[in-house]
């Protein structure tokens, strides 16, 4: 089974850009499937970010695209996530996920990484 | 954008019982493209359901989806100890995809 690994600061200071990056292990991230992030603030629910496929064909949640960017490094075997302009709001635990043949899916998720945007 | 509305917020039942979660989007969503996750504490979720009814291998035919156009159900038959969790469904139809916002199901 796909394994899937968050890694990236844990504290990032507003205004300034969260960047993380999650390393698929088992699996070939060129293997034509779509890789995604989801996010989940402390003790809520769960935001859909965006995805990508080893192309780098991306698509966004409406309400990040302005700020977010997904990225994919085929040669790692991982993809990576920025986002701009950080607030107190983007305080979460951001999840990687494989997402399957459907780019807005969740199939295999990592264990999560909780980023928290404080000065 | 596609609302979906998991009721009830919580559900308080007993090892054995029957439990039954609702899943109500704002607009018809494909069978094809209705999940439910489930999520223990501390712990990353968990694909269960996909494709409304499809169980994930591994995972114990107690749990069965069903629904169609905009109420879809996830039904535990018997709570066992480890089912105590909180359940999300998620459609994945068209962009953004999006999450309910819940059902804790809890020991009674």
């Known amino acids: 089974q796909v394994h899937l690994q968050e890694s990236g600061p844990g504290l990032v200071k507003p205004s300034e850009t969260l960047s993380l990056t999650c390393t698929v292990s088992v699996y070939s991230i060129s293997s034509g499937l779509y890789w995604g992030w989801i996010r989940q603030p402390p003790g809520k629910g769960l935001e859909w970010i965006g995805s990508?496929?080893?192309?780098?064909?991306?698509y966004y949640n409406p309400s990040l695209k302005s700020r977010v960017t997904i990225s994919v490094d085929t040669s790692k075997n991982q993809f990576s996530m920025k986002l701009n302009s950080a607030t107190a709001a983007d305080t979460a635990v951001y999840y990687c996920?494989?997402?399957?043949?459907?780019?807005?899916?969740?199939?295999?998720w990592g264990q999560g990484t909780l980023v928290t945007v404080s000065s | 954008e596609v609302v979906l509305t998991q009721s009830p917020g919580t559900l308080s039942l007993s090892p054995g019982e029957r439990a039954t979660l609702s899943c109500r989007a704002s607009?018809?969503?494909?069978?094809?493209?209705l999940a439910w996750h489930q999520q223990k504490p501390g712990q990353a979720p968990r694909l269960l359901i996909y494709?409304?009814?499809r169980r994930v291998t591994g995972i114990p035919d107690r749990f069965s989806g069903s629904g169609s156009g905009t109420d879809f159900t996830l039904t535990i038959s018997r709570l066992e100890p480890e089912d105590f969790a909180v359940y999300y469904c998620h459609h994945y139809e068209t962009s953004p995809a999006t999450f309910g916002q819940g059902t804790k199901v809890e020991i009674k």
């Open positions: 494709g409304a009814y």
């Open positions: 996920a494989s997402a399957g043949s459907n780019p807005l899916g969740a199939a295999n």
């Open positions: 607009q018809s969503v494909g069978s094809d493209y």
């Open positions: 990508i496929n080893h192309s780098g064909t991306t």
